[in-house]
Antibody, heavy 125, light 107 residues
Framework: QVHLEESGPGLVKPSQTLSLTCTVS??????????WSWIRQYPGKGLEWLGY???????YYNPSLESRVSISVDTSQNQFSLTLTSVSAADTAVYYC?????????????????WGQGTTVTVSS | DIQMTQSPSTLSASIGDRVTITCRAS??????LAWYQQRPGKAPKLLIY???TLESGVPSRFSGSESGTEFTLTISSLQSEDFATYYC?????????FGQGTKVEIK
């Protein structure tokens, strides 16, 4: 059974960089078949998809964040990471990593079937 | 971006009730829609994908349907564990976008 767990600082100062890591256990990122994704949930409960990475390193980001966001993968550690630069209070949220099942030969997917428990990030001085 | 509009925002219901939640897309998304359930303090859980396909392990009282750009999640007989917030998500176009959520409360 695949398990995802987010880790990283819970408090980040404005204008600094937010870095989170998602550790995957019970399955290998390198096996393919999944987009490894980041999603955040604002205090008001709205959900925003941030982007994904495939095991090959292919990424896709939400254009609203594209200049600030990057996702990387470390297949040797079975981890993938989120970096968000120049954060502000508007980036305060619960950050989730999730597994999104790909549909072979397309950029489509079948939905995010495994999620981490989420990690709360507050941007404040 | 494709806008997903859910209704109602809040729904009060009793155990055993039939519950229907609607999600409307701002443009065609074919059948590329998922429904998630989120209990307080927990991550979202995938219930249905491709508009009407039940995720493995999800009780059969949950079902999904579509008509054009309008999608429906139905719970045929509400159980105590179903009191939660439900979100739709489209994945036909990037960026993938979510509805604002429907909270199902105890009446």
């Amino acid at each position: 059974q695949v398990h995802l767990e987010e880790s990283g600082p819970g408090l980040v100062k404005p204008s600094q960089t937010l870095s989170l890591t998602c550790t995957v256990s019970g399955g290998s990122i390198s096996s393919g078949g999944y987009y490894w994704s980041w999603i955040r949930q604002y205090p008001g409960k709205g959900l925003e998809w941030l982007g994904y990475i495939y095991y090959s390193g292919t990424t896709y980001y939400n254009p609203s964040l594209e200049s600030r966001v990057s996702i990387s993968v470390d297949t040797s550690q079975n981890q993938f990471s989120l970096t968000l630069t120049s954060v502000s209070a508007a980036d305060t949220a619960v950050y989730y990593c999730a597994r999104d099942r790909t549909i072979a030969g397309t950029t489509l997917s079948y939905g995010m079937d495994v999620w981490g428990q989420g990690t709360t990030v507050t941007v404040s001085s | 971006d494709i806008q997903m509009t859910q209704s109602p925002s809040t729904l009060s219901a009793s155990i055993g009730d039939r519950v229907t939640i609607t999600c409307r897309a701002s443009q065609s998304i074919s059948s590329w829609l998922a429904w998630y359930q989120q209990r307080p303090g927990k991550a979202p859980k995938l219930l249905i994908y491709k508009a009407s396909t039940l995720e493995s392990g999800v009780p059969s009282r949950f079902s999904g349907s579509e008509s054009g750009t309008e999608f429906t999640l139905t719970i045929s007989s509400l159980q105590s564990e179903d009191f939660a917030t439900y979100y739709c998500q489209q994945y036909n176009n990037y960026p993938k976008t979510f509805g604002q959520g429907t909270k199902v409360e105890i009446k």
